[in-house]
């Protein structure tokens, strides 16, 4: 396998006219499309959701494809959800892959099996109920796509179980971390970019969060997306998985986690303890970023080494901010298809 390290920059604004026809060509099929030149028409949609048991959750997903389709299994972050992925599906489904997209615990229609589970938002528990979704449907291998808190998670699954992964592609790189090393401070402008963090630290932050759910989200689009020009049935088509019982919980028991203010579950500790070395990624990767990311991230170079297969690092150019799956479809599909052939 060639393990040479490889830096791309892949200029989204020459693409954007090849990715939005692959788009509507991919939509077509599926109903998606609209008329030329007519009034503007509903959302694109993943339509009906399925519905199963795995681990501690009932999880709700989009599914589209060929049941013996290669499976893709696509996760989403905070504070957005499946409609991440909701023009890349189409993307991927036109050639020929089986396209699972799940919404996380706190969103959407996902919900606990119990009420006596911990509303538990800490990076080894989400990485468990990929696991659990994954031996739910009776998958044995997947590829794997990220963004934000779903980059991590399948940065963590990646390295954990490689097993049962056939490639990656995770934005903005390698994202699994550990309470130890965020115990040391940072930079003082890098620290004001996590200024939500601090302020989930607080009761005023989580009652300022339940009570400004939105509003808070919303924000959050603007300053990690400053280029996108995403409008208001956009927002509120995602925004309506924050309405999930279990969501705020969920959101606000993460970054205390993260400080070490808040306890994970015992259950948790020995892969904690994998995840706090570090664990280099063998599986095939792509790492992508936006050139105009907004959000706290890594610079490519610190972690390549990260990954000790084929690797690829390729930036978006024209705008891409953090939410890139959503941004630039078409860029992101390539980078599956790319480390399926890998």
């Known amino acids: 396998m060639d393990k040479t390290k490889v830096i791309e920059t892949i200029d989204h604004s020459r693409r954007l006219f090849v990715g939005t026809m692959a788009t509507a060509i991919a939509a077509a099929g599926l109903g998606l499309t609209r008329p030329a030149f007519a009034a503007p028409a509903a959302l694109s949609s993943f339509g009906g959701l399925k519905q199963v048991e795995a681990g501690v ?3 709700a997903y989009a599914e589209q494809g060929p049941a013996d389709g290669p499976v893709v299994i696509l996760l989403h972050g905070w504070p957005y959800d499946i409609h991440t992925y909701v023009d890349v599906a189409p993307l991927l489904v036109a050639k020929g892959y089986r396209v699972i997209v799940p919404s996380l615990r706190g969103y959407g229609a996902t919900r606990f099996l119990s009420a006596a ?37 399948a940065c963590i699954v990646a390295a954990l179980w ?6 990656l592609v995770s934005v903005s790189g390698y994202l699994i971390g550990s309470q130890k090393l965020n115990e040391a401070p940072l930079p003082p402008k890098a620290e004001q970019q996590w200024w939500y963090q601090y302020y989930f630290a607080t009761e005023r932050g989580a009652a300022g969060y339940a009570k400004n759910t939105r509003d808070f989200a919303r924000l959050i689009w603007e300053t990690a997306s400053p280029k996108w020009k ?13 309405d999930n019982p279990d969501h705020v919980a969920i959101s606000i028991h993460n970054y205390r986690w993260r400080l070490g203010l808040a306890q994970g579950e015992p259950q ?9 070395a570090f ?15 907004g959000a706290p ?3 490519p170079a610190a972690y390549a080494k990260k990954f000790s297969g084929w690797y690829r690092h390729r930036t978006i150019d024209g705008g891409i901010g953090h939410n890139l799956p959503q941004e630039a479809p078409a860029a992101f599909a ?8 890998a």
């Open 57 to 59: 959750l009932s999880i």
């Open 117 to 153: 589970t911990p509303r538990n938002g800490q990076q080894a528990a989400l990485a468990v109920d990929v696991i659990a979704l994954i031996d739910a449907l009776k998958i044995e291998k997947a590829l794997l796509g990220g963004c934000d808190w779903g980059a991590r998670t």
């Open 162 to 167: 490689p097993e049962r992964v056939k490639g």
């Open 230 to 242: 995403f409008d208001d049935a956009i927002f509120a088509r995602s925004a309506a998985a924050f």
């Open 268 to 276: 948790f500790d020995a892969l904690e303890s994998k995840l706090a």
């Open 279 to 293: 664990p280099v990624i063998s599986v095939p990767t792509i790492t992508l970023e936006g050139d105009a990311n």
């Open 297 to 299: 991230h890594p610079d």
């Open 334 to 341: 390539d980078a599956i298809i790319a480390v399926d052939r």
